[in-house]
């Protein structure tokens, strides 16, 4: 009796036969996969036959069909989440475009407030030194977390932290306690 492994086949995406074995021995675990991510038949059925094209064009060469099956589920799972969220944040662009009320008009004295709001917390802003300023930046602008900030400047996460707190309240102190700091 031979030994098994030395008898298991391996599976190029690129060969037709090969193919064909890979895709019916994957196709409805995908399908299904990604259906219950998207929600929608054709988009599953498309997002499938994408992560097969991915396989084919690279010539991915798989070990044994439960290779070229774990790859599969990996590729077929990221690209279902990636349209789930493409999605969503389409959804949530069309609801703001139809249902916001577009006749929201700033006054001349709205607008007038808005700029001295915005000018004083650049100047609150520029007057900090540069290593709390660069961390509010960072942590406001940038939203990045306390770790990543630390990573970005070399220094602890505590460390931040207490940047990022001794920053906001020197930008208290100097807008005024009834004034909300207006940074965007």
Same mark, same amino acid.
């Given at each position: 009796?031979?030994?098994?492994?030395?008898? $298991?086949?391996?599976?190029?995406?690129?060969?037709?036969?090969?193919?064909?074995?890979?895709?019916?021995?994957?196709?409805?675990?995908?399908?299904?996969?990604?259906?219950?991510?998207?929600?929608? $038949?054709?988009?599953?059925?498309?997002?499938?036959?994408?992560?097969?094209?991915?396989?084919?064009?690279?010539?991915?060469? #798989?070990?044994?069909?439960?290779?070229?099956? #774990?790859?599969?589920?990996?590729?077929?799972?990221?690209?279902?989440?990636?349209?789930?969220?493409?999605?969503?944040?389409?959804?949530?662009?069309?609801?703001?475009?139809?249902?916001?009320?577009?006749?929201?008009?700033?006054?001349?004295?709205?607008?007038?407030? %808005?700029?001295?709001?915005?000018? %004083?917390?650049?100047?609150?802003?520029?007057?900090?030194?540069?290593?709390?300023?660069?961390?509010?930046?960072?942590? $406001?602008?940038?939203?990045?977390?306390?770790? $990543?900030?630390?990573?970005?400047?070399?220094?602890?996460?505590?460390?931040?932290?207490?940047?990022? #707190?001794?920053?906001?309240?020197?930008?208290?102190?100097?807008?005024?306690?009834?004034?909300?700091?207006?940074?965007?």
């Amino acid at each position: 009796m031979e030994n098994q492994s030395t008898t $298991e086949k391996s599976y190029n995406a690129a060969d037709s036969g090969d193919f064909r074995a890979i895709y019916d021995a994957t196709f409805k675990l995908l399908y299904t996969i990604s259906f219950r991510i998207v929600c929608e $038949e054709d988009a599953a059925e498309d997002l499938v036959h994408d992560s097969y094209i991915k396989a084919n064009e690279k010539g991915m060469v #798989f070990p044994s069909l439960d290779d070229a099956k #774990f790859w599969l589920i990996r590729v077929v799972k990221n690209a279902s989440l990636n349209y789930a969220m493409r999605k969503s944040r389409e959804r949530k662009a069309y609801h703001k475009a139809f249902y916001e009320d577009t006749r929201k008009v700033e006054t001349g004295e709205q607008s007038v407030l %808005k700029e001295e709001a915005k000018r %004083k917390a650049v100047e609150a802003l520029n007057s900090l030194p540069k290593h709390l300023r660069e961390v509010l930046i960072l942590k $406001e602008y940038g939203n990045l977390n306390y770790k $990543e900030i630390g990573k970005v400047l070399g220094i602890s996460e505590g460390n931040v932290k207490v940047r990022v #707190f001794r920053a906001r309240e020197k930008l208290e102190k100097f807008i005024g306690d009834g004034d909300s700091v207006f940074l965007s």
